[in-house]
């Protein structure tokens, strides 16, 4: 099962794997028409995502995370899927964000921290909507360097690939770190 | 001038061609994205010596709007 057992704590978030008892407030979250405008349909009921959730967490390539504020309350989801151990790569999936801004940088920033430092993977791939230019942004940002588009018929538009590497991805971060640290504690 | 020494921040993060005006708003200005967004912050923070609330972070959005939240703060446009 790729479930990942423990609790990353950063400064203004945790991520803990994903649990079918997520299935309502995900569902919720993955039918939110702006937060979700860039990504593929969601499941037809909250049924349907409990199934997905529980399909998720049997496969042995994808890691499914819950983000949650310090206090507990669901703020996101994160998913690594297409882990490959032979490749050492893996694809950053699906983000959804309804925390600050500096909540979506630690998120993506602890998701990349896994991917290099759990499981050990020497290129994290990324795909994005052409039109979802403040991700493509960020992810250009935090290192990765843009491989190759692809026309997506169903979005009418390219659909962008990425990699990001960890050298690339450590000095970007360091950035990213100073900033997590200068508005963690922002009341 | 305070609209001056705003622009110049818009200018600093998002680059001298950035067309500053109404339609210049986070996720559809090229380049204004989450860390960008901070960065912006952080910024107009250290350039008008200022310290934002965390919804006003959070809610700053466009270059227009950003306006008014800094009017909050004295600064005046």
Known sequence: MAVYSKVLTGKT????????????????MRNDPERTRFLNPPPESVEAQRIYIAKQRESVDGYYFIIEDLEGNPIGMKALSDYCPEMKTVESGRFIGFGSQIQHIEALIMGFDFAFDVLGVDKV?????????????????????????VF???????????????????????????????????K | MNIEKYDKC????????????????????????????????????????????????????????????????????
């Open chain 1, 152 to 186: 997506m018929p169903a979005f009418g538009c390219d659909s962008i690939h990425s990699e990001l590497n960890r050298n690339d991805y450590l000095e970007a971060r360091k950035k990213a770190e100073n900033i997590i640290e200068r508005f963690s504690g922002r």
């Open chain 1, 13 to 28: 978030i945790r991520m803990r794997a994903m649990e079918e008892s997520d299935a309502e407030v995900t569902f919720k």
């Open chain 1, 125 to 149: 791939l990324m795909t994005v909507i052409e039109n979802n230019k403040a991700m493509y942004s960020l992810q250009q940002r935090l290192g990765a360097k843009e491989t190759k588009r």
């Open chain 2, 10 to 77: 818009f200018k600093e993060i998002f680059g001298d061609n950035a067309e500053l005006n109404e339609n210049f708003k986070f996720g559809a200005a090229p380049g204004w994205d989450s860390m960008a967004h901070m960065e912006l912050i952080a910024l107009l923070e250290d350039t008008f010596h200022i310290m934002l609330e965390a919804d006003d972070i959070l809610h700053y959005g466009s270059y227009e709007n950003g306006k008014l939240i800094m009017k909050k703060y004295g600064v005046e446009m």
